[in-house]
């Protein structure tokens, strides 16, 4: 008889984003005619770079010709897309991270997850409530936690709830745990942690040998010169952190898919038996294994990320949504409605009006005003009574949308 991974059935609802697709393909075939605007998911809109795309259209022509066809790749990403990272990325910042220690892959999404891979099943856990839902629902899929309560949290992790009392930024744990996944720009709730407050973290990690899980997807947001972009430039971190970063957002490759990971290669955990196992040849053999590398094009497109012309492009992209993300903060708290985030981030965290639930505004925004955001219970329990509208859509989405739910909820 076949058996199954059973810890899938611990997942008691959809994941959360193909759940608002469920709601919003029922209301849209239930509405032909209404014209619905997806503030909901992450996704961008506007077209690469042309320094990106000029460079895929060159690797394209190389794949054509003999001598410079390209099979395999290095699991690890291409040399010389990885020293361009290395360089621009963290050692500007004085990061202290090598070419050798970047990871190329096909998205952190997947990385945040396939991480696991190389970790322990005994490991304590701590995530941020709200949280993305994929730190917890990959941990459940691989039997790392037991059953859901009620709320839909789940045994055997340490929550921390962040709300605004607390800036949005989660207080240390007064336990030790293992493993801390950690989010700045925060998603959902578009908060940024300043270097004393990481430093807390790094701190924590160091003196109770934990591994701090570093999502950095939005690092390219934040405009304020004082906010961090890397966990690396905090002391201490090379010995104690993984991160996680993408071209998805920055560069608009959510659909061309490019990401990257770093494992410092001073970054050792004990096995069993005491001896310290270095993470970098654990990932690595992971990765040698499991995964054959992102596509010369792509990687191509990527390094071009780097170039004089994707820099100005790239800002040009960052500087759009920004602005997107200001309209929204403006209009809707001139609305009346208490909002968060939005300004060294691409994400408004937007407190319910009184007497909604999170699902119950989506619901009222979809059907009211054809707009389509992020329930916050979708994130956790402590997610509840807030809401998350994306930026990434086009101007003249955005500020129709705005004048849709102001219009049309009367707030």
Same mark, same amino acid.
């Not at 909002?339 to 937007?350: D, K, L």
């Given at each position: 008889?076949?058996?199954?991974? !059973?810890?899938?059935?611990?997942?008691? %609802?959809?994941?959360?984003?193909?759940?608002?697709?469920?709601?919003?393909?029922?209301?849209?075939?239930?509405?032909?005619?209404?014209?619905?605007?997806?503030?909901?998911?992450?996704?961008?809109?506007?077209?690469?770079? +042309?320094?990106?795309?000029?460079?895929?259209?060159?690797?394209?022509?190389?794949?054509?010709?003999?001598?410079?066809?390209?099979?395999?790749?290095?699991? +690890?990403?291409?040399?010389?897309?990885?020293?361009?990272?290395?360089?621009?990325?963290?050692?500007?910042?004085?990061?202290?991270?090598?070419?050798?220690?970047?990871?190329?892959?096909?998205?952190?999404?997947?990385?945040?997850?396939? /991480?696991?891979?190389?970790?322990?099943?005994?490991?304590? /856990?701590?995530?941020?409530?709200?949280?993305?839902?994929?730190?917890?629902?990959?941990?459940?899929?691989?039997?790392?936690?037991?059953?859901?309560? !009620?709320?839909?949290?789940?045994?055997?992790?340490?929550?921390?709830?962040?709300?605004?009392?607390?800036?949005?930024? %989660?207080?240390?744990?007064?336990?030790?745990?293992?493993?801390?996944?950690?989010? *700045?720009?925060?998603?959902?709730?578009?908060?940024? %942690?300043?270097?004393?407050?990481?430093?807390?973290?790094?701190?924590? %990690?160091?003196?109770?040998?934990?591994?701090?899980? *570093?999502?950095?997807?939005?690092?390219?947001?934040?405009?304020?010169?004082?906010?961090?972009?890397?966990?690396?430039? /905090?002391?201490?971190?090379?010995?104690?952190?993984?991160?996680?970063? @993408?071209?998805?957002?920055?560069?608009?490759?959510?659909?061309?898919?490019?990401?990257?990971?770093?494992?410092?290669?001073?970054?050792?955990?004990?096995?069993?038996?005491? !001896?310290? #196992?270095?993470?970098?040849?654990?990932?690595?053999?992971?990765?040698?294994?499991?995964?054959?590398?992102? &596509?010369?094009?792509?990687?191509?497109?990527?390094?071009?990320?780097?170039?004089?012309?994707?820099?100005?492009? $790239?800002?040009?992209?960052?500087?759009?949504?920004?602005?997107?993300?200001?309209?929204?903060?403006?209009?809707?708290?001139?609305?009346?409605?208490? #909002?968060?985030?939005?300004?060294?981030?691409?994400?408004?965290?937007?407190?319910?009006?009184?007497?909604?639930?999170?699902?119950?505004?989506?619901?009222?925004?979809?059907? @009211?005003?054809? #707009?389509?955001?992020?329930? =916050?219970?979708?994130?956790?329990?402590? =997610?509840?009574?807030?809401?998350? $509208? &994306?930026?990434?859509?086009?101007?003249?989405? #955005?500020?129709?949308?705005?004048?849709?739910?102001?219009?049309?909820?009367?707030?």
């Amino acid at each position: 008889m076949v058996t199954i991974n !059973e810890n899938y059935l611990k997942l008691k %609802a959809g994941y959360l984003f193909p759940e608002i697709a469920r709601r919003v393909n029922a209301f849209a075939e239930a509405n032909p005619n209404a014209a619905i605007i997806k503030l909901g998911i992450g996704d961008v809109t506007e077209p690469l770079p +042309q320094a990106c795309r000029d460079a895929m259209a060159q690797a394209i022509q190389d794949m054509g010709d003999r001598s410079s066809f390209k099979g395999y790749g290095p699991e +690890q990403g291409y040399l010389w897309l990885r020293e361009k990272i290395a360089e621009h990325d963290f050692n500007a910042r004085n990061c202290g991270i090598d070419a050798s220690e970047i990871f190329v892959s096909d998205g952190s999404k997947c990385d945040c997850g396939n /991480i696991l891979d190389i970790l322990g099943k005994d490991n304590t /856990i701590a995530v941020t409530d709200p949280v993305y839902p994929v730190y917890v629902d990959t941990n459940v899929m691989a039997g790392h936690t037991g059953e859901a309560d !009620e709320n839909g949290k789940y045994e055997g992790l340490t929550y921390l709830p962040i709300s605004a009392d607390n800036d949005f930024t %989660a207080a240390i744990p007064s336990g030790k745990v293992d493993l801390i996944y950690l989010c *700045f720009p925060n998603n959902p709730t578009g908060a940024v %942690a300043t270097k004393a407050h990481l430093q807390t973290w790094v701190d924590y %990690a160091k003196a109770n040998g934990s591994l701090i899980l *570093f999502d950095a997807a939005y690092e390219a947001f934040i405009t304020d010169p004082e906010i961090p972009h890397s966990i690396y430039e /905090i002391e201490g971190a090379r010995d104690c952190a993984i991160e996680f970063r @993408s071209f998805s957002k920055n560069a608009g490759f959510t659909g061309t898919r490019c990401a990257l990971t770093v494992v410092p290669k001073s970054l050792t955990v004990k096995a069993s038996t005491g !001896e310290d #196992v270095q993470l970098w040849k654990l990932w690595n053999r992971r990765q040698c294994t499991k995964f054959n590398g992102v &596509s010369y094009i792509v990687q191509r497109g990527a390094e071009a990320v780097y170039s004089a012309e994707g820099q100005a492009q $790239i800002k040009a992209l960052i500087s759009f949504y920004l602005e997107n993300a200001q309209i929204i903060r403006d209009r809707l708290s001139a609305a009346g409605l208490k #909002v968060y985030g939005g300004i060294n981030a691409p994400y408004v965290w937007v407190q319910t009006p009184a007497g909604l639930s999170s699902w119950d505004f989506f619901d009222k925004l979809l059907e @009211s005003a054809n #707009v389509v955001g992020t329930p =916050g219970s979708g994130f956790g329990a402590a =997610g509840e009574g807030y809401f998350r $509208i &994306s930026a990434f859509n086009s101007r003249e989405n #955005v500020e129709e949308a705005m004048n849709r739910i102001t219009a049309n909820l009367k707030l």
